[in-house]
């Protein structure tokens, strides 16, 4: 069965410090992995995903996330945060089977990521 | 490209009516799926669709249906709504290979009395 982990609800950190939002996944071949960001009132945003290659993976608006077969982890990180950066954040999976699941992406429950000033 | 739209952006029900929302792509995506995303449960899948004239349940298929008559909208029907149906629904499409990433309208916000 496919599923993500996202274990922290909330993460709070200050402007210009390094920010790190954690996923997990259970997925029985290999992985894709996405990030989506989505502000207030607003759908759900590609951020960056990984599908095959190199571990690190950069994205769009200075986010990047690494991927770690042995820890089933692929966690999203930004070097410097910004204060615009606050929003809620959804880790997602896919089975790369092409016959598994029809494209279907499995999220998990989303992190609340609050950057102050 | 307008992209993912959805309509309405806003619903109240009452308990027993029905109505359709209607998502709408100009991407030429074969997918397309409908999520419902309620405070902290993330996304689940109610319903999806590989090409026009097809349709497959998700996680949350009871109490919906929908139809992909033509490839650019897929509707999805609340034929007796239910105040468990108040949600905010999100529509998205893809195209055909798996590893392509989903493209989010920007939601309904559906509440039932």
């Known amino acids: 069965a496919q599923s993500v982990a996202q274990p922290e609800d909330q993460v709070n950190v200050a402007e210009g410090n390094p920010l790190t939002v954690k996923c997990t996944y259970s997925?029985?071949?290999?992985?894709?992995l996405f990030w989506y960001v989505q502000y207030p009132n607003r759908g759900l945003q590609f951020l960056l995903k990984y599908i095959t290659g190199d571990n690190l993976v950069k994205g769009s608006y200075g986010f990047e996330a690494e991927f770690n077969k042995s820890q089933t982890s692929f966690h999203l990180k930004k070097p410097s945060a910004l204060v615009s950066d606050s929003a809620l954040y959804f880790c997602?999976?896919?089975?790369?089977?092409?016959?598994?699941?029809?494209?279907?992406?499995?999220f998990g429950r989303g992190t609340q990521l609050t950057v102050w000033p | 490209n307008a992209g993912v739209t959805q309509t309405p952006k806003f619903r109240v029900l009452k308990t027993g009516q029905s109505m359709t929302l209607l998502c709408a792509q100009d991407?030429?995506?074969?997918?397309m799926y409908w999520y419902r995303q309620d405070p902290g449960m993330g996304l689940r899948l109610i319903h999806y669709?590989?090409?026009?004239?097809?349709?497959a349940k998700g996680e949350v298929p009871d109490g919906y249906n929908v139809s992909r008559l033509k490839k650019q909208n897929f509707l999805l029907g609340l034929e007796s709504a239910a105040p468990s149906q108040t949600s905010v629904y999100f529509c998205a499409s893809s195209e055909l290979d798996v590893y392509n990433e989903q493209f989010f309208g920007p939601g309904t916000r559906l509440t039932v009395l």
């Open positions: 997602a999976v896919r089975d790369s089977r092409r016959g598994a699941t029809l494209g279907r992406l499995y």
């Open positions: 669709s590989v090409g026009e004239g097809t349709t």
């Open positions: 997925v029985s071949g290999n992985p894709y």
């Open positions: 991407m030429n995506h074969e997918y």
